[in-house]
């Protein structure tokens, strides 16, 4: 669950990104005094996340603006749907809107995309999870997408478990004194017994070795279809075993289908396409209007992907 403590910081920088002195174009164009009300519309269908990094793009901003979220994070839309609406002043709801988008697009778009992979594994006990191969700074937020397309996550960072790959393996046994068991029991008597101990192979020739030094995850990494079944099988279930490497929405039911524990899919994050959502708002003029406008004149823009 996203807290305040991890929004406000990511957003505020954002906002001050995008307009670090104002916004000059609302400031010149929009009376002070209009008014916004807008709807966050689905183009297509999908599974909303973000809805709170969306509200805070404006709250922070100015917290005059109303923002009601219509649907829950985690929920399925239909092209055309109405998920959220804000209003307030409109040089407010004008500033933010850009900010709000880019949030709320790129993370309903991994949440579509992970339910996507999800979908693919019904059936099987294996888990979608997601990679360290984040938006630097925004992986917070994009690993709660995940989530909310029902996948889940893998070590949040270097400093939350030992994940031992073929280059550490690689240094580990490079004078050709250690055996890699033993190079991984070291390892391991070094660590609480509360950290975790994942190790990577790329080879069938590594299961016994590796598992001989009590790892809690074996990661098959890059293996082909039948060298995978065989792998499980020799795991027997001493382990959790993760397969990653060429996982994509083609092959991911196959890989599934050897009964592996966890799939890790570095594209749910460093691939993904933003989702086709547009802020249709309404402007009001309340009081002085812009040069050529009436009093109380009514203006209709959209904000959709394409808009700069």
Request: with cysteine; net charge negative; charged share 20%.
């Amino acid at each position: 669950m996203l807290t305040p403590l991890q929004i406000t910081p990511i957003v505020t920088m954002a906002l001050n990104e995008d307009a670090p002195w104002g916004d000059l174009t609302s400031q010149t164009l929009i009376p002070l005094d209009a008014t916004a009300d807008a709807r966050l519309v689905a183009r297509e269908p999908g599974v909303f996340s973000g809805g709170a990094v969306f509200a805070a793009a404006f709250a922070l901003l100015d917290p005059t603006v109303d923002v009601r979220l219509l649907l829950a994070d985690g929920s399925r839309f239909d092209a055309g749907a109405t998920l959220a609406t804000v209003s307030g002043p409109a040089r407010s709801v004008l500033q933010s809107e850009r900010v709000a988008l880019n949030f709320v697009q790129r993370l309903s778009g991994i949440a579509t995309l992970t339910a996507a992979y999800v979908a693919e594994t019904e059936g099987t006990q294996a888990r979608i999870v997601d990679t360290r191969k984040t938006t630097p700074g925004l992986r917070v937020l994009e690993r709660h997408a995940v989530r909310c397309g029902g996948g889940h996550n893998h070590r949040f960072s270097l400093s939350d478990a030992v994940m031992a790959k073929d280059n550490h393996l690689a240094v580990l046994t490079r004078d050709g004194r250690r055996s890699l068991t033993d190079a991984l029991l070291e390892v391991r008597a070094k660590l609480s017994h509360t950290t975790h101990l994942e190790a990577e192979v790329d080879r069938l020739d590594q299961v016994e070795p590796v598992l001989a030094a009590g790892v809690d995850t074996i990661m098959l990494d890059n293996f082909s279809l039948p060298d995978m079944r065989v792998g499980v099988a020799q795991v027997a279930g001493r382990a959790i075993v993760e397969a990653s490497g060429s996982v994509n929405l083609g092959t991911v039911r196959s890989i599934a289908e050897t009964g592996v524990d966890v799939i890790s899919v570095g594209a749910l994050t460093h691939s993904v396409r933003s989702l086709d959502l547009g802020l249709d708002v309404t402007l009001t003029a309340e009081g002085a209007a812009p040069a050529g406008n009436a009093d109380d004149a009514t203006y209709g823009t959209t904000a959709g992907p394409g808009t700069p």
